[in-house]
């Protein structure tokens, strides 16, 4: 597990992660995620009242939108607005966060009302969705915060039931390595992101093979390398949270 | 492991499993793949060159389309062509059938032609991503073996690298169950799909905490469960395209 | 009127006809309908309620949708839920499939519920859309015999005023034919799609000159074809609605 | 056959006929028609090429389009350009002109140009469709001769093979009229559009029941009204060709 | 200032201006206006009720839709409809002319009443807008009485405040010249449209260098211009809802 | 003169103003501008080539494409690309963003390459099109520079004739300010934007009374703040640049 990596991290090292909380000053949540140059804006928007579906029901909802500025890669991308409709990747990713986030809230103590978390990605190099999720925890930490200020939540009550982060796995040349940047996301064989409570429990796993099909040694060291990362994770999210 | 299931299964036992080739006569490969209830119908299409990113590579293109039938469930849902517009949903799933085909696939070896693979529900009970996954494989291999017939692929090469299967697994009251029906399905508090070639190596991980996050033991479960079905689907799948 | 037809039919008869009733589960009415080698599922789908301008009305509402599988036909088709729009081809047989049940549909007897009616083709040979309509009244009796079971209907009412079914005719080569299957369909100077009830009175005629136009003799050996093979279609719906 | 119409026509009468040539200064041709209150602009637009399918055969092409104007009727109907799509009824009509006019064209003859006929309704008072055929026609020959001044057509070709014009024909209390305006034409139980060319033949019939299906006898009388008035529209297109 | 104009016109003179008003039959107000060449046809239609927005607030709301004929233009534009969207300047204009028209609204006097004025373009030869802004007034005024006659305006209420009209103005070749037609509108440097009351105030100025940007001079000499056309409109407009 | 501003500000005073250039790593040209607390990312993208329209004309393009994050103003904002398709007021924006640019491009000098400039609003105060306008201009700037660089123009030409900026100005309270903030916008009687080149002549000038219409003397006192406003924001970006 020494194999170099282009930046010279350890395999198991994290990017430098940055969480700056009231990046905006609209949104009840805001947060400025960064992991290495990947820089994602995380906004909370509450809203009274829930989707139709859930009315008169006493549950709130808790949704996601991922979506990605068109130059924040390195090729521009077509705006999906233009385009007319969204992409099938943001879909994907947009379902994934709001998942995510729902495995730690309980919409019951939430009451009827709604929470959107929007994730932009200003600059991406690696790592959007996860840390999307990463930053979104924390944004949905503070508009919840701000609603109970408002009276929006009943003292009494706790919405959200843990944390949640998430981090990117892959096998690159044979070696299983943490949170990948753009350069090694590409050359990996194995692409794995991995989404844990703060006590290390399992809220998804979606791993895919680009090259060569895996084996379970490979994958249990993968979600070794997971488990630590959000391990680390959680303890920025905390930090963050606490300044 | 002793929970009794709906339809009296064993928790490692799929449903009965059929793949009836040949079901249309149109495309170049088709295949009515029924796991239980759950009915898909699995056709292969084969077309002369490659989308315009693959023009003068020499490499081929495997792709797939998923789509379910309005009363294909319980409920009749709206036609997403009268919606206008494909659902995050059925998107996820078609990349997901995609990309476990082109595990197995040599573009390479393909020449520059294109396989579009297309999965439509006919009548849902659960898994119908996995049965559609374990059907496309054999529509595939018939529609190589066209190609084959018809000098499209040269006779010295191999388009197709190995064999895919997929099922789902999830932990119902606390039990691992594998190849989960509707009704159990909604009942899962984790629900998994797996992709395995023939061998018993993983393409394609994804799973979700539907309830409470899991933890590695309960995953290790359903990985043991999720390998051992794909084995018997391979078997399924070996035999249909010798019969 | 003996020319030798493709698949050696007389000029004046029908392709095999099978009308196979709960050919899925979860509809309250579904019907595998074959024309010789074209089978269109139709399924029917009661729901509670009626679109916004018949509420209160004391009316009930019936509709078709009619679509295609993408490799229903020799060469693939685009899916319209792609391209994000339904095509005027399937816009004008969903409406004439739907004009066509409404013919002998009492609304009033039918309270204030709704009957969709799905006719999805699996395969296509010639004749898609005469046959959609012969299954769907088949599907949308076995839909109203349920909805008196459940009690949505009251006993003294009939919703069905009669039945209908279709059939289409043409002239090749000179020569007046019935129920032409693709090949004589792409050959066909003039091609006609005839609707009647069962007591042979007409609910709607479409007929095109592809080539010459047609005089008003040719046009009276058409309708007497039409009007037999419908009296024909009309045995077979009560044939499998008694069995 | 002496039922009192509304404006106090006889059953096998047209509503007063105007067909206007060079309406507008932009078109190669340009017609408006009038049927009684029903004014539709007809345009005919030329272009060099054809569409992609055509390239290289050395054919041309005609289509149509057809579309109202959002206050042409009684309420105002939202424009299909916001609603982001072509209705049923619009696309229907479209295809029912572009047949019409293509059943005169010799494609050959035209070689590899397009004429794209618009035919929008200012205002409607029922047969706007075959008042758009009508005077379609007019336009398209306009447009024929404007091509062969500027030699885009040899001077040995005659792409137009005849005339065609349509009219609507329909059942009013059990009594056949010719010609429906709108309020006939709500009253109608059974209505038929019928395309003809100048010689009587027909190029398409349209028949719908609206009420109570028909028999035959009433379909031979609507026939009989339907070519009688197609021979006086024939006269009004030659006049105004003339003038 | 003696520049020759293509049609002869002097700098400071508009072309023939007519507003024929009740052009068509069914809506509450309607009127071809002509700017020259330039024909569009401007129809105000009533709807009681207003937007969600507005609902329970005692106020009317009035907008304004543009839109063009496919070939009302020189050359044949594919119809937006047909392209699924509306185009960013039939968007601008609509926008445009609805401003200016609830420049002389007063909501309140209007009640919870919705006019909307279609202003659909049958031929342009330059300044679209500015007709329709000048025709859509007319029709409005129209529309009022109509209302007022329906006593769905209270008696001692008056919804509108005064009168715009619009007028293009254009430097070309250094001079500045009022109201361009088509030819002229290319040709220019700077391009202005500018909407005016009766009383000469400004309700809207949108100016454009095409070319050169231009100096407060130029500026001064063009706003001189438009309010002298804005006045001389004001008087057609008074003398047309006089006759 | 002399009201007092909401922010303490003088009537013919700018926000602070700042321009960061190089805030993203992929873009050729990327500058984040802030007026007051409306922050704009302006980014431009170098491509080789052109649209088809201007194809071997040896002419380049710069177009601009502007978007708000859903969250960037008061209340969440749908998604344009969520509802499916770009609303008006955001394609106006665009037009008059790309439309400012290429008053001072000459698309000769800039050889057959496209640029083009996206401006998303991450925080909006008022002033959000003004803002990415004087931000476009030095984010274009930038990848000219860079164009140069990589010998994608030529030593001897100098793609830019000039610079622009572009500032609103409003009348409040019957007092003309400069650089509204969201809290004087909406309060605005009368609200223009103005795009100047350094040497301050207008590039374009769009004025609407929101309120009452506005006389030749206001008109005039806006224009005096405008130009002074922007060529303070030419300093600004002058100073940017040498920086």
């Not at 139709?52 to 029901?57: E, H, K, P, Q």
């Not at 190099?125 to 915060?145: E, H, K, N, W």
Request: proline letters at 3%.
């Amino acid at each position: 597990m020494s194999a170099a990596r282009v930046d010279g991290r350890k395999a198991d090292q994290l990017r430098p992660v940055t969480l700056t909380r009231k990046w905006s000053i609209h949104p009840e949540g805001s947060v400025l995620v960064e992991f290495g140059q990947t820089k994602v804006l995380c906004t909370a928007s509450v809203t009274e009242g829930v989707p139709r579906w859930l009315r008169g029901s006493g549950k709130g909802w808790v949704t996601a939108e991922y979506a990605m500025l068109p130059r924040a890669t390195n090729t521009r991308g077509d705006r999906e607005s233009v385009k007319g409709k969204v992409g099938g990747r943001t879909q994907e990713i947009s379902r994934l966060i709001g998942r995510a986030l729902r495995a730690v809230v309980d919409t019951k103590a939430l009451g009827e009302n709604t929470i959107v978390v929007d994730c932009d990605v200003l600059q991406a190099d690696g790592g959007t969705r996860t840390a999307a999720i990463t930053g979104a925890y924390v944004a949905l930490q503070d508009a919840v915060t701000w609603m109970r200020d408002k009276k929006l939540i009943k003292a009494s009550k706790e919405p959200l039931t843990g944390s949640v982060s998430a981090v990117s796995v892959g096998i690159i040349d044979g070696v299983p390595m943490l949170d990948l940047c753009y350069e090694e996301d590409v050359r990996a064989e194995t692409d794995m992101n991995v989404v844990c409570t703060a006590d290390g429990k399992f809220v998804e796993i979606q791993g895919t093979a680009e090259g060569a099909p895996f084996d379970r040694a490979e994958l249990d060291a993968l979600l070794d390398l997971a488990t630590g990362g959000c391990k680390d994770l959680a303890s920025h999210q905390v930090k963050a949270l606490l300044s």
